[in-house]
């Protein structure tokens, strides 16, 4: 009966290591494309801004 309890318990945390070691896995890649479309854009769209609203100025050093 030892035995036997032993090896469901082994059997139970393998899985159990598939498991959460598996699932971060699939959510990077599913997500990974979709996030790197949200970084572009944002770069995209602030690229040359200023909080404030005013445009870059190109000045000389002083």
Known sequence: ??????LLLIAV???????????PQDAFKKSG???????????????GFKPNGDRNKWETEQ
């Open 1 to 6: 009966m030892t035995v036997e309890y032993i």
């Open 13 to 23: 945390f393998f899985i159990g290591l598939k498991f959460f070691s598996g699932a």
């Open 33 to 47: 494309p979709v996030l790197g479309m949200r970084v572009e854009k944002q770069l995209i769209t602030g690229d």
